[in-house]
């Protein structure tokens, strides 16, 4: 600084900038003591140096422009320590503690690396910046990266010796699972923003040979020929891996080691698990296994196609089960056949709910089933019905209400499988009013129960007859009181008939096709007839016709004749003791004319009975086989000959030996096995009417509401409204829309026959 | 019946005369064919002022053919008859009028014209049609033709031009006792089906809304068809 003589000085201050040069000497000993410092770190000896010192003479360099010569150096510093030294050492530890060497060797790496990276602070932040290059630490994890851990000998050992450990923990040998964490965790950090180091090195390999390892092991497990054994073997390894996967290698490989396993060890081997003899999903099925079962829906699950493998194999053994019981001719009754669909639907429901968790595919195959095959045989709606008619009916024994309720609703559940929802009406109509009429029903209640859940299924139009029935049979109750009323203000005689009529409206019930014929004895026909002239004279325009195949009568018997046990041994008979025997009778109609012919003569021949009586032959033969060839109890009627058969010849007499611990003697007529053969074709003819009636009833209205229609689009139209009650073939409908043609309610377009216009 | 034999009757026809664009000819002969058209009439008229069955094979045979030729199928059409074997005076008159013939030999000389017109499909179509419901007029009230008489009808309609498929259609019907007639659509459907429908049946769509008894009669000949390739192998 020199003076300026004589020159006066200004007062402006000057802030004089910094020495910008630096000579090269300084320099080099800036940096050859952050070297030292840096060996030092990495020998671990960095006790004595000073934080601040280092941080400080860093930030000169980089200030004074001398950043690239720190970087460069740090990096020639840390490669030639890691690769002079720390390599050495570990390829060294090859053979011995190889993974402890390592692993030691990287934490060290780490400590140091974050103790230089703190020191040169500065320069990460200015110079690395500035540049882009790589911060300090990541630089160092490059190296060791490269230096070490990619180091051919070293890479290719540390991937051996983990896959070894894996192979050997999977054999059931105890591993340093620490050792392995270490590793990965090291290899996972050395990908910096990625996790490629991890996944080359030793991610794939292993993937690859849990790949191999687990199709040795499918194999193994197959020959133990157990799809339950397998499959419990195969949850158990699953677990192991995920487990595995967390713990200690990383979590990220949790999913693929997983995937591995359940390719090779489920997808590959899906179908033979499944249909294994003996032990596959039939087996399980027939033996009650539902853990098995829901062990193996379980990890079924996992994989593409399993699920569906299984319901594959589940719904095969369900039709053929299913077909087995609806075509078994024979052996069967309404109320066992009903009852064995019940059983196996509830077999099914239970596997659904303990071993598939209510899964929405299986719940839909099941349905499929049970509407295939409950389908294939055409008396399943009659049946049901009968099985309904049965649980309504008295005498039901061992079920409370409520156990009936359930029965009911899974009745219902069958319905709604049905495809000929119509037959099952029919045959309902017809049941109901013989409960009705025989006065079987259990309840009033039960019976509107049971209707309102049809009414739920299949709408008003089936339920508003049924209601009307009920209100006959109010109406009725009614209509007695006024004429007992009428009775004995007009001291009108029944000449000892204690009558009791049920008028029924036509349209309600269900009809026979002819009221067949009968001779009704006196007394009875004439307190029949002042019933109905007091009816008539009360609602004129009406008819009345009675029907004798309905309805049933008391009848007041005397037995004259010994009990048989009174019959001393000698075989004569000895004078009767105790009197005649008194007996109510309730029998039917048919039966009561055919009992009150031997108060007018003692011995009839069959033709005879036939002919006086007027009685068709199928009634007959059924009302004079109840009264004649049933259980002793029930014999009124004595027939000769003695056969099983009942001939025009043959002479009925009255049994006067009979004997009964009731008083009171209901006849049994022959049990309702469901339908004869002929009566079924009728019922049968009647519904096919009905449904051609239906048919053109949703045509006519599907084309009055569109006018103008394609052929294939009406004929979806109609099976789609009409499904709920039947399937209508579109053979059937084409034939049912010519008739409409003919009749002139459709007619086709002249450009194009295939469309319909509705001719108003 | 092929088309020779109707035309080898007729080879002694008159030639047939080119109009001529005069319209006082135009007016004379008309004035002259309407009365003569009603002389005509009244030669195979009845007592009841019509032309009754035995008047019509009366008519056909001065015209030299049967009284169930195809052109006189053709002749009842351009007529307008409204019942099958009666023509009334004004069916008559205006049909003669309608085809410009006053006299056999002119309605004979039309013959050509009315086959060659009735040979246009559109035209055909229509007298297609009108056969059925002029046949139904044999028997009062009746709705649907006998499956003998539609067959008579079929052949009579189609002796110009039979569709090759007539005989096995006609086979099908005589072996199907169970067809109880053959109701209009039917036989309104049955044109197109030859017009449409090869030879083979191998272009028949079921789903294409074909009245059921055609489908029928694919099913038959496809099953036939398959009994014959069985036996053949």
């Not at chain 2, 088309?3 to 005069?22: A, D, E, G």
């Not at chain 2, 045979?61 to 009666?86: Q, S, T, Y």
Request: proline letters at 3%.
């Amino acid at each position: 600084m020199s003076m300026n003589k004589g020159k006066k000085e200004t007062n402006k201050m000057r802030i004089r900038a910094f020495p910008m040069t630096m000579d090269q000497k300084y320099v080099d000993n800036i940096w050859a003591l952050l070297k030292n410092a840096i060996q030092e770190i990495q020998k671990k000896n960095n006790s004595g140096l000073s934080f601040e010192e280092l941080y400080r003479n860093a930030y000169t360099m980089v200030l004074h422009k001398h950043g690239e010569k720190l970087y460069t150096g740090l990096r020639e510093v840390v490669t030639d320590h890691l690769v002079n030294k720390i390599r050495e050492d570990v390829v060294e530890s090859l053979n011995n503690n190889f993974l402890q060497t390592l692993n030691s060797a990287w934490n060290d790496h780490q400590t140091s690396m974050v103790m230089i990276r703190d020191i040169l602070m500065y320069m990460d932040r200015v110079y690395v910046q500035q540049n882009t290059v790589d911060n300090v630490y990541n630089l160092g994890l490059m190296i060791f990266r490269d230096q070490v851990t990619r180091y051919p000998n070293i890479r290719d050992h540390l991937q051996q010796t983990l896959l070894d450990m894996v192979a050997r923990e999977r054999k059931g040998e105890v591993v340093d699972r620490g050792a392995v964490k270490n590793a990965c965790q090291m290899l996972m950090v050395l990908g910096i923003e990625s996790r490629t180091v991890y996944e080359e090195d030793f991610e794939r390999p292993f993937l690859d040979q849990s790949g191999e390892f687990y199709r040795r092991e499918s194999q193994k497990f197959l020959e133990e020929n157990s799809a339950s054994v397998y499959i419990n073997k195969v949850e158990a390894r699953i677990n192991e891996e995920a487990e595995r996967a967390r713990h200690y290698l990383d979590n990220s490989t949790e999913d693929p080691i997983v995937k591995v396993l359940e390719d090779e060890l489920i997808s590959k081997h899906m179908k033979t698990i499944v249909e294994m003899e003996n032990s596959g999903v039939v087996h399980m099925l027939k033996h009650n296994k539902t853990e098995d079962l829901a062990c193996m829906y379980k990890l079924f699950i996992r994989v593409p196609q399993g699920l569906k493998t299984m319901c594959d194999c589940i719904s095969a053994y369900l039709r053929e089960e299913g077909k087995a019981l609806v075509q078994d001719e024979g052996s069967k009754n309404a109320i066992t056949y009903i009852q064995s669909l019940l059983d196996l639907k509830d077999r099914f429901d239970h596997f659904l709910h303990q071993s598939f968790s209510e899964d929405r595919q299986f719940k839909q195959m099941v349905s499929g089933d049970f509407e295939f095959f409950i389908n294939l045989n055409q008396k399943s709606p009659e049946y049901l019905s009968l099985f309904v008619d049965d649980k309504l009916k008295k005498g039901v024994k061992g079920m409370s209400e409520q156990e009936i309720e359930n029965v009911l609703d899974k009745c219902m559940v069958l319905f709604r499988f049905l495809q000929e929802k119509d037959v099952f009406e029919r045959y309902y109509k017809q049941h109901l009013a013989k409960r009705l009429l025989l006065n079987k029903s259990v309840s009033d209640d039960s019976e509107k129960n049971m209707i309102s859940k049809l009414k739920t299924e299949c709408g008003c139009q089936f339920t508003s007859k049924l209601e009307g029935m009920f209100k006959d049979m109010t109406v009725s109750t009614i209509t007695m009181d006024e004429f007992k009323g009428h009775l004995q203000t007009s001291g009108t005689n029944l000449h000892g008939v204690d009558l009791f009529v049920r008028v029924l409206t036509t349209g309600f019930w269900p009809t026979q096709s002819a009221t067949p014929k009968c001779n009704i004895p006196t007394a009875p026909r004439m307190a029949f007839e002042a019933f109905r002239r007091f009816y008539l004279a009360k609602h004129s325009g009406r008819q009345l016709s009675l029907q004798p195949q309905l309805g049933s009568a008391d009848l007041n018997a005397t037995f004259f004749g010994t009990k048989k046990d009174d019959v001393d041994a000698s075989g004569a008979s000895s004078a009767p003791k105790g009197g005649p025997r008194k007996h109510i009778i309730q029998v039917s109609t048919f039966q009561m004319c055919v009992l009150m012919l031997f108060n007018n003569r003692d011995k009839w021949t069959y033709e005879e009975m036939k002919s006086e009586t007027d009685i068709p032959e199928k009634d007959l033969m059924r009302a004079v086989q109840s009264l004649a060839l049933g259980k002793m109890t029930q014999r009124i009627l004595v027939k000769e000959p003695k056969t099983k058969e009942i001939e025009s010849d043959h002479t009925l007499v009255v049994n006067d030996q009979f004997t009964s611990k009731l008083f009171r003697v209901k006849i049994q007529t022959v049990a309702a096995k469901g339908e004869s053969e002929p009566e079924r074709k009728e019922t049968r003819s009647k519904v096919d009417e009905d449904r051609k009636h239906e048919i053109e009833a949703a045509i006519v209205r599907i084309m009055k509401a569109r006018k103008k229609l394609q052929h294939n689009i009406l004929i979806a139209e109609v099976t789609e409204q009409l499904k709920v009650r039947f399937l209508p073939s579109p053979v059937v409908i084409k034939k049912r829309i010519e008739g409409l043609i003919e009749r002139e309610y459709l007619a086709r377009t002249p450009e194009d026959r295939k469309i319909y216009t509705y001719v108003a | 019946m092929s088309t020779s034999r109707i035309f080898s009757q007729y080879s002694k026809l008159p030639p047939i005369r080119k109009p001529h664009n005069n319209n006082d000819t135009k007016r004379l002969s008309l004035e002259c064919s309407e009365g003569q058209v009603t002389a005509l009439f009244d030669l195979y008229k009845n007592d009841e002022d019509c032309i009754d069955e035995e008047g019509i094979v009366k008519f056909c045979n001065d015209l030299g053919v049967k009284p169930d030729d195809f052109i006189v199928l053709v002749l009842a059409w351009k007529f307008n008859a409204e019942l099958m074997g009666r023509f009334t005076r004004t069916e008559f008159v205006s049909g003669c009028k309608a085809i410009q013939a006053h006299s056999i030999k002119w309605i004979q000389s039309k013959f050509p014209l009315l086959l060659a017109e009735v040979q246009n499909r559109q035209t055909f179509k229509e007298f297609y049609r009108w056969s059925y419901k002029f046949c139904l007029t044999v028997e009062p009230g009746q709705r649907t033709l006998s499956t003998e008489v539609a067959i008579q009808m079929w052949t009579i309609v189609f002796s110009q031009r039979e569709p090759p498929i007539l005989p096995r259609w006609f086979r099908f019907l005589e072996r199907h006792e169970s067809i109880r007639g053959i109701p209009k659509d039917t036989w309104d459907m049955f044109l197109p089906f030859t017009e449409q429908v090869r030879l083979d049946l191998t272009n028949y769509d079921e789903s294409e809304a074909w009245p059921s008894l055609l489908d029928d009669f694919v099913e038959y000949e496809s099953d036939l068809h398959n009994q014959n390739v069985q036996m053949q192998e």
